[in-house]
């Protein structure tokens, strides 16, 4: 059933977002957030379905890059494999347990959907083959000192990041068969290194970090190494996620500091004038929302098909933003779609817009839910 | 900027945490017992417990030392704090001074001998750095550490070539163990020269490495022993101050190791390390240029004769210049395992400059398998392929400093406009272009052996120039546990 392609639909439990929605209280809230020219709904997020409680908080949703099935995973050391059954209910597929000792922080598919990877706090990540729906762990990446907190494939599938506690970000080669070696160790944080993501496009490396800056690093092709080639500076403390726009221009990231920051890529020899430095680009900081979000944002997703920007929040809320029509792509302005207060009855730890089907959105949560959304436009 | 090898420094050394933070050494508090109702209160000149009477009583301070550190999993260490007290210039410093004033009062007896221990990749170092010939700058630098009061500067060859050749016989003792005795975990044997990877291997990877390590002890212990030892004993009851001169400040944490506190003694077998960079720095303060010194002589305290000071003449060892190792041991393990002679090794690059492996073929069989392993991700590669059973070496070179010794993490900064890579370049060149010296050729060591250890292979010479590594126990502790 993984190659089920994704019927829109609209007949599942819509309920609640309505109701909530609906109260006067909230649109009261809406008005007063109108600086950042929010219109009343301009969207909404329709809940389809909340899958069945895991054992404790469920840290990451990923989707395959199909679009046609997702993975979780938590506190309870195991991955959960979703997809649709018969009656186009999303249900748990496969339990990939045994491959770690303590919580698994994140899980990523590689590009060709036939790896995932699995990071997890005690220090290991796991490369799970994927043989026709059979999930097996065929490789273990040992070398952090603590948590792993966060794993990332490359557009071309041939390497992984990984970075940890130990303020750390490592490079993993594809080596051959179940091979993976270490390519760099890139130790540019001062501090807890929260997520790596690398380009959609090319093979540049981003990675978020405690000590409120977003690093950026390149392959040295001299040395056969890798480099820090630009330091993202700004947010006023962590630096909890990051999300490429899809065609990698722009880059947005959410922090414990209740912003969300849009940096935009000024290439060496941009048309704006803005400096650069050894023939890399500078990424700016073109654009801040602030005073939307009331607690720390954990995750940000920007969604490659639709360009709208989910977020995940400490104050138990999912936002979903849009850029303004006719927005200075030198200062584009952003404005709030919506915002469903009550999402999960604990701090959200992800949202996930998926990669095939627009407007789809998984979001789990401390509550150890997980819930999969519809975005409309009204 | 860390000096520590990148190793190390992310095994926690010199990390953020301070041991103020967050050591998690169980310290005896010294007060005196009370019934509950006590408190705490800090003041500006420390921690005082208030008890019910009210009376004050201050609290010790905690001190922590550089082998605590060392034994615990905890943090390594951030203890540059605690390095920079007891390892550090000044403190060197302060021995010099201290020794001066001893030697202004007449008390040269109560004086302590200061030698001064020179190995070769921080003369390299100072050489670039004020365009000198190596063997001049030695000279320059014996001037500048007598003015400082060091009494004797010496060459640490000699101990190069005792572990080299002990180094050499261990590989050949394992080889053999595997081959005909089917002894398992022994090969391939690690290099034990380098203390950022040795410490990292005990506080990492435990009981899965540290069998493969040689137990060779590293040129700058068996200097210390040397020293304290056998010079030691012909020096009629002066204590010796044993300073060695190295390219890292990993360096000193192998230094401070309990396996190199000497009992007989009741000293460290090296009791201070100083490092090129520290050397400029203290040239730069006292404004002087290296270049400008005159040329002073080395000591040979080892001969036990009167008349042993020699104008240095530096040499090098083939292969690496972090001590060539793999290069030794290959083409003596060629000859005594294979009865053949070989010239010159010919490396394969594998992933990298940093890792590259150097085999010998017969009829398209491997005999041998060698490789030089620099810097973290290479490390990391290696043990990992050991642990997982996918490495076919029989003996691999680890340094963890990326291109070796040379390239030192305490080795002068490059000036503005050159790069690392080009600085460590230059000094290879450096060392290449130095007249070789061949370990089994050194008549002195033989004469050590004989004199000093009773003869090769004996019990002595396997218990003054071999050691032992200890796995440290990870400690889960509540501080560790974050998100």
Redesign the interface.
């Known amino acids: 059933m993984l190659c089920n392609l994704y019927p829109y639909f609209i007949s599942e439990t819509l309920c609640e977002v309505n109701n909530l929605w609906s109260e006067p209280a909230q649109l009261q809230e809406i008005t007063t957030r109108s600086k950042f020219h929010t219109l009343l709904t301009m969207g909404k997020l329709e809940l389809l379905q909340t899958l069945k409680k895991d054992d404790g908080r469920v840290w990451n949703v990923a989707w395959h890059p199909k679009g046609d099935a997702f993975a979780s995973c938590g506190e309870d050391k195991s991955i959960r494999i979703w997809a649709k059954d018969m009656l186009g209910k999303w249900s748990n597929k496969f339990v990939l347990t045994e491959g770690h000792k303590r919580t698994i922080r994140q899980v990523a598919w590689s590009p060709c959907g036939n790896y995932l990877a699995s990071a997890s706090f005690d220090a290991t990540t796991s490369i799970w083959d994927n043989h026709g729906g059979e999930f097996e762990c065929n490789a273990t990446l040992e070398g952090h000192e603590n948590e792993v907190k966060s794993v990332a494939w490359s557009r071309s599938g041939q390497l992984l990041a990984t970075c940890s506690r130990d303020k750390s970000v490592w490079i993993w080669e594809v080596a051959g068969d179940d091979e993976y070696d270490c390519g760099a160790v890139l130790n540019a944080h001062s501090q807890d290194v929260k997520k790596v993501l690398f380009h959609p496009e090319r093979d540049l490396l981003a990675s978020a970090s405690y000590d409120n800056t977003i690093k950026l690093y390149r392959d040295d092709p001299s040395d056969e190494d890798w480099l820090c080639c630009g330091t993202l500076t700004g947010h006023e403390s962590t630096v909890w996620s990051i999300s490429f726009e899809g065609n990698g221009k722009r880059l947005a990231s959410c922090s414990d500091d209740h912003t969300v920051k849009i940096w935009k890529d000024y290439p060496p020899g941009n048309p704006e004038g803005v400096a650069t430095e050894d023939g890399d680009s500078t990424w700016k900081c073109v654009c801040t929302l602030s005073g939307e979000h009331t607690r720390t944002i954990y995750d940000i997703s920007w969604c490659p098909q639709t360009g709208l920007i989910a977020t995940a929040c400490g104050d138990d809320a999912i936002r979903v933003f849009k850029e303004d029509e006719g927005s200075d792509s030198n200062a584009p302005s952003f404005s709030l779609l919506c915002a469903v207060d009550r999402a999960h009855n604990q701090d959200v730890n992800c949202v996930a817009w998926n990669p095939a089907v627009a407007g789809l959105l998984a979001s789990c949560s401390d509550d150890g839910e997980i819930k999969v959304w519809n975005f409309v436009d009204t | 900027m860390s000096r520590f090898s ?1 190793v190390l ?4 050394l010199d990390d ?1 945490i301070t041991p103020s933070q967050e050591c998690i050494k169980p310290v005896k508090i010294e007060k005196t017992a009370s019934s509950t109702g006590a408190k705490i209160t800090i003041q500006e000149d420390g921690y005082f417990q208030i008890d019910e009477d009210g009376s004050a009583q201050k609290l010790q301070k905690v001190e922590i030392t550089l082998s605590d550190c060392l034994a615990c999993s905890g943090c390594i260490t951030s203890a540059e704090s605690v390095l920079v007290t007891q390892q550090s210039q000044e403190e060197l410093l302060r021995i010099f001074e201290e020794n001066k004033n001893l030697k202004l009062q007449d008390r040269t007896e109560d004086a302590k001998l200061i030698i001064v221990s020179v190995s070769i990749q921080p003369i390299l170092s100072l050489a670039v750095r004020y365009s000198l010939s190596p063997s001049d700058c030695a000279a320059k630098l014996s001037q500048y550490l007598k003015q400082l009061g060091a009494d004797m500067i010496v060459d640490m060859t000699i101990a190069d070539d005792l572990a080299l050749l002990e180094s050499q016989k261990e590989f050949i003792r394992r080889y053999r163990a595997t081959k005909s005795d089917g002894v398992k975990n022994i090969l391939p044997m690690l290099a034990s020269s380098c203390p950022g990877w040795v410490c990292y291997a005990e506080k ?1 990877h435990g009981s899965y490495i540290l069998p493969y390590i040689a137990t060779t002890k590293s040129p700058q212990q068996i200097m210390g022993s040397l020293i304290k030892q056998w010079v030691g004993r012909s020096v009629e009851g002066r204590q010796i101050y044993h300073v060695t001169v190295m390219p890292c400040y990993d360096k000193k944490l192998e230094a401070a190791r309990d396996d190199f506190f000497s009992k007989e003694t009741q000293s460290r077998d090296v009791d201070c390390v100083i490092t090129a960079i520290e050397l400029e720095q203290m040239l730069v303060k006292d404004g002087i240029s290296l270049d400008t010194l005159s040329n002073s002589t080395f000591s040979q305290p080892w001969l036990l004769k009167d008349d042993q000071e020699i104008s240095p003449l530096l040499t090098r060892h083939i292969g690496s210049g972090s001590g060539g190792y793999a290069d030794h041991i290959f083409k003596y393990a060629v000859k005594e395992l294979f009865g053949e002679e070989i010239e010159n090794l010919e490396y394969k690059n594998l ?2 400059p940093d890792f590259r492996e150097a085999v010998l073929e017969k009829d398209g069989v491997v005999l041998l398998r060698f490789a030089i392993a620099n810097g ?2 290479n490390i ?2 290696l043990v ?1 392929k050991l ?1 997982r059973g996918k490495s076919n070496y029989h003996y691999v070179e680890v340094m963890a400093c990326p291109s070796g010794c040379l390239n030192g993490g305490a080795q002068v900064r490059p000036k503005d406009g050159t790069s690392v ?1 080009e600085l460590a370049s230059k000094l290879e060149e450096l060392y290449n272009s130095l007249p070789v010296a061949i370990p089994e050729q050194n008549e002195l060591v033989k004469k050590l052996y004989d004199s000093w250890l009773g003869g090769q292979e004996s019990d002595k010479s396997s218990a003054v120039l071999h050691t032992q590594y200890h796995a440290v126990e990870k400690i889960a502790n509540a501080f ?1 546990i ?2």
């Open positions: 990148g420094q992310l095994t926690d953020f990492t992933r990298n973290f991700k990391q590669n990992q642990k890579k560790n974050k998100w």
